[in-house]
């Protein structure tokens, strides 16, 4: 969702083929690219002669609920399994509303360098129950003038199964707090 932007024409714009063109935009969206535009009186002009119009980037694999957490949880051995369980460990340490603060400021900075969509991945465990998904939600609302932010349930094991009972419980949960889409760990 974009917010209600003026019309603009990026001017000389010199796109990844090479060709240097105008790009109008009206509330967010390119509408015309060429030579001769029909551009809206009130559009903004801007300048683009000497730098390149790229896409927007996409972040299709992040841990928005463990964004900045480096100097607070540290991994002792430097691998996946060393970052499962020093987070575990250091569960306490982390709230929602923490949790809300640092995964919005992740989002905001990536929307600032250029990105317009984010896919992320929030513990859904019989410890943290929905703790990172709420806060998520919250910040999708927050950040969805900026940019895109799509949730997925990382889901803890088992989930098959009898054993697996509270935990599909708790991704039905997972999936009415806000989450988009379920995933899992297999290598686990």
């Known amino acids: 969702m974009v917010a209600h ?65 480096a100097e607070l949880v540290v991994n002792q051995t430097g691998d996946l399994y060393g970052a499962i369980e020093a987070m575990k460990a250091s569960r306490h340490l982390t709230n929602r509303e923490d949790t809300i603060e640092r995964a919005e400021r992740a989002a905001r900075l990536m929307a600032a360098n250029g990105f317009s969509a984010i896919r992320s991945h929030a513990d859904t465990t019989q410890e943290n129950r929905l703790e990172s998904i709420e806060a998520l939600a919250e910040v999708k609302r927050r950040v969805a ?38 995933g899992g760990c297999p290598h686990l």
Request: hydrophobic fraction near 50%.
């Open 5 to 69: 932007m003026p019309a603009a024409v990026l001017t000389g714009a010199k796109l990844l083929d090479g060709v240097v063109t105008d790009v109008l935009m009206i509330d967010g969206t390119i509408t015309a690219v060429g030579d001769h535009l029909d551009v809206p009186g009130d559009a903004e002009i801007v300048d683009l002669a000497g730098y390149m119009l790229l896409p927007s980037g996409v972040e299709p694999h992040a841990h928005l609920d463990k964004a900045f957490l």
């Open 145 to 182: 003038d900026v940019i895109d932010l799509e949730i997925v349930t990382l889901s803890s094991w088992p989930v098959t199964g009898a054993a697996g009972a509270a935990q599909r419980s708790l991704l039905a949960e997972a999936l009415d707090a806000g989450a988009d889409l379920v």
